[in-house]
């Protein structure tokens, strides 16, 4: 029997924005009228998941970091997150100073007013969340915190929010996921017909350049370092990851990517109770390539619509950022979903033209992002691998490691 052809999601996308842009340029304009009013339609609704996404995601995140190891949990948590503040970091302070070298002041005032010119929907449908993006941010801390504290005294609740976010990421699976390329659609049709998109696009493909470079150069400085601190030859540790990398480029999930990330883990010599650990855990905290997408994202749209941006607005939000994302669902596009509710944190409402943008411009690179991610793990597993060998092994008291292995 014939294996049924399926087109991922970054495929789906691109289409999605031909078609918008076809229909823009030559449908009628109650069909493309029509085409914006189911993407208002889709907006709401994500506006709608969007805080129980948190609920659930973030809640889970910090509940399960109790299943860790002490002084490794901490560690690792620690290495992830600074590697995604210094990725952001980079990732602007480049945007920053290229991205104008390429975004003339005759391209940027072509580009103007981002809602003008636009089609209006039909109808919307009144929506409103049921909580704001804040409080289920601030709940979400809450309960996990106090479930990771008090884990085995508040298994009562641990699993009903895991259901929860069972039933959440279903939603994403199969609603929110499946029907980006319809709001994606929309925004080009609305962007085309105000005459903004070939203009953006033109501007666009060089930022696509720029983040993958910066990838691959956090990469290579990452897996220097390991090999520095674990005395091992980078580039082997470089050549182990290919398998790793190729494969998060086709799944576009770091959960998906794990099987594949353990065997180049183990090519790499780290011990097994060391992968077994570290790279479960880093592909839900460790973010760096998809900090150095959506950073490099964010920067440009601001600059093309001549907002504020300076490191004053996005110092807090990268942040703010590293954290949120250990709620990042393992789906493709779950990164750019869960930095949606903070985009206002740089002055982009959620339910924006220019947040619909961010979307398509991400996911069309996320492919990318996800291989940055889970490379970057690997060389993070040599490090805490040489950590725990040198540091920690050795000062488990003998007894209790007889106990152990008992």
Request: proline content about 6%; hydrophobic content about 55%.
């Amino acid at each position: 029997m014939a294996k049924k052809f399926k087109l991922g999601l970054v495929s789906r996308l691109l289409i999605a924005i031909v078609l918008g842009i076809i229909l823009g340029l030559w449908a009628p304009q109650p069909v493309n009228r029509t085409i914006v009013t189911l993407s208002k339609l889709f907006s709401s609704f994500l506006l709608f998941v969007i805080p129980l996404m948190i609920v659930a995601f973030v809640t889970m995140g910090i509940a399960d970091l109790s299943q860790g190891a002490g002084k490794l949990l901490g560690i690792t948590g620690g290495i992830s997150y600074a590697s995604s503040l210094i990725c952001g970091s980079i990732a602007f302070t480049v945007a920053i100073n290229l991205f104008p070298t390429f975004m003339s002041p005759a391209a940027l005032g072509a580009i103007g007013d981002p809602e003008a010119g636009m089609l209006s929907p039909y109808f919307t449908i009144p929506l409103s969340p049921i909580l704001d993006v804040t409080s289920a941010v601030v709940l979400a801390f809450i309960l996990g915190l106090c479930i990771s504290a008090h884990r085995e005294k508040m298994n009562a609740f641990y699993e009903p929010i895991a259901d929860f976010s069972q039933i959440i990421n279903s939603v994403l699976k199969s609603a929110i996921i499946p029907l980006l390329p319809l709001y994606i659609c929309g925004t080009f049709v609305n962007m085309t017909v105000s005459g903004q998109t070939f203009t953006i696009l033109n501007l666009l493909w060089k930022v696509f350049l720029t983040v993958i470079i910066l990838h691959l150069s956090y990469l290579l400085v990452m897996f220097l370092a390991a090999g520095a601190i674990g005395k091992k030859n980078p580039f082997v540790l470089l050549k182990n990851q290919i398998p790793g990398y190729l494969s998060a480029i086709g799944t576009q999930s770091s959960a998906a990517t794990i099987p594949v990330n353990l065997k180049c883990a183990e090519a790499d010599g780290v011990s097994k109770e060391i992968r077994n650990f570290v790279i479960p855990l880093c592909a839900n905290i460790h973010m760096a390539g998809s900090m150095i997408t959506i950073t490099c994202c964010v920067t440009a749209v601001l600059l093309m619509y001549k907002m504020p941006v300076n490191m004053g607005i996005i110092v807090p939000f990268i942040m703010t950022l590293g954290i949120a994302m250990v709620a990042s669902p393992g789906a493709p596009g779950g990164s750019i979903m869960t930095a949606l509710p903070f985009l206002p944190m740089v002055g982009i409402a959620s339910n924006s033209a220019i947040a619909s943008l961010l979307i398509a411009l991400y996911i069309t690179q996320d492919s990318f992002g996800t291989a940055c991610n889970v490379s970057g793990d690997n060389a993070i597993s040599v490090i805490i691998e040489t950590i725990y060998q040198k540091h920690i092994k050795n000062k488990v008291p003998a007894g209790v490691e007889a106990g152990q292995k008992a």
